[in-house]
């Protein structure tokens, strides 16, 4: 069987777009690992209706809707190649299964390359965060702490003041603010500190201070870590899609790539961390994309 579109990737991106196809009566193809970037955290949030719910509760009402329409079939599992046909595309998964299909959607998302500080892993998720828009609110009015290595760091300072007026900036040993920024940081009361971090030290996933190598700490009760983002999949590139200067796979307005047949949503496309509701809504234009582009190919 030759799918009208295979969806690689799970997340809302991914789903949306599973859904607005099924609901268009066309054969989907949703190939999912089962490993979504925000299992970490406890709740997510800015989603209506959805504000506060789990990420597996999340996505067990995603599936239990989307697999209502007969026309979508699901796999857990891993694609390990994809390449292209005369008729679309063709991937492989680790467990064998082979699927064809005349449009590919990638929503397989980015992941986080986070600086390598001791004790960061046990409290991410709990009282250290990467999005102040997804869990500003949970730690406002507590004294934070922002770690960026990157010149984005003036920018998520300046932004954590919507939640916090008691902010610490680290930079990790870095130098990414000029001397500007830092004179408006110290206008508004947020300190800099540039000396490298040693550890996060907190008990059960609290964060409580953090040590710098030159002995010193501060006493803090939560933040927010900048990662580095990369793509979580090659296949974009290895098909020869356009990227972007931040590298992700570059689209139009309905998630079309450079690679005819080929589309991207959510993160995997404006690589950057996004909101759920953001990416649910990426995939939808992707699904319609891919419609419009199928009934052409049918009247042609």
């Known amino acids: 069987m030759i799918y009208d579109c295979a969806i690689i990737g799970g997340g809302p991106a991914g789903l949306n777009a599973a859904l607005v196809l099924g609901r268009a009566r066309r054969s989907v193809a949703l190939i ?37 329409y007969p026309s979508v079939n699901h796999w857990q599992t891993e694609v390990t190649s994809v390449n292209r046909t005369e008729y679309g595309f063709e991937m492989f998964t680790s467990t064998g299964v082979g699927v064809q299909a005349r449009k590919l959607i990638l929503a397989t998302g980015v992941k986080e390359v986070f600086p390598e500080i001791e004790g960061f892993y046990p409290l991410y998720g709990k009282s250290l965060f990467n999005c102040p828009y997804c869990d500003g609110w949970e730690l406002r009015d507590q004294p934070l702490v922002v770690v960026s290595e990157y010149p984005t760091a003036f920018h998520t300072a300046k932004l954590l003041l919507n939640w916090s007026k008691d902010v610490v900036l680290c930079t990790n040993g870095q130098a990414s603010l000029s001397e500007q920024e830092k004179e408006w940081l110290h206008s508004k009361g947020v300190k800099v500190m540039e000396q490298p971090i040693a550890a996060f030290i907190g008990q059960n ?59 991207a949503a959510g993160d995997a496309s404006y690589f950057m961390p996004s909101q759920l509701i953001y990416a649910a809504a990426d995939g939808s234009k992707a699904a319609v994309g891919v419609s419009m582009d199928l009934m052409e190919g049918f009247i042609e």
């Open 32 to 68: 999912d690992n089962n490993q979504p970037r925000n299992a970490v955290t406890h709740a997510s949030h800015g989603f209506i209706t959805r504000d506060g719910i789990a990420p597996a509760e999340f996505r067990r009402i995603a599936y239990e809707e989307v697999l209502r």
């Open 205 to 263: 996933g609290l964060l409580e201070q953090v040590r710098f190598t030159d002995g010193t700490h501060i006493l803090r009760a939560g933040g927010f870590v900048t990662p580095k983002f990369v793509q979580k999949s090659s296949f974009g590139e290895s098909l020869g899609c356009e990227m972007t200067e931040l590298g992700g796979i570059r689209t139009d307005e309905f998630g079309r790539s450079s690679v005819t047949g080929l589309y």
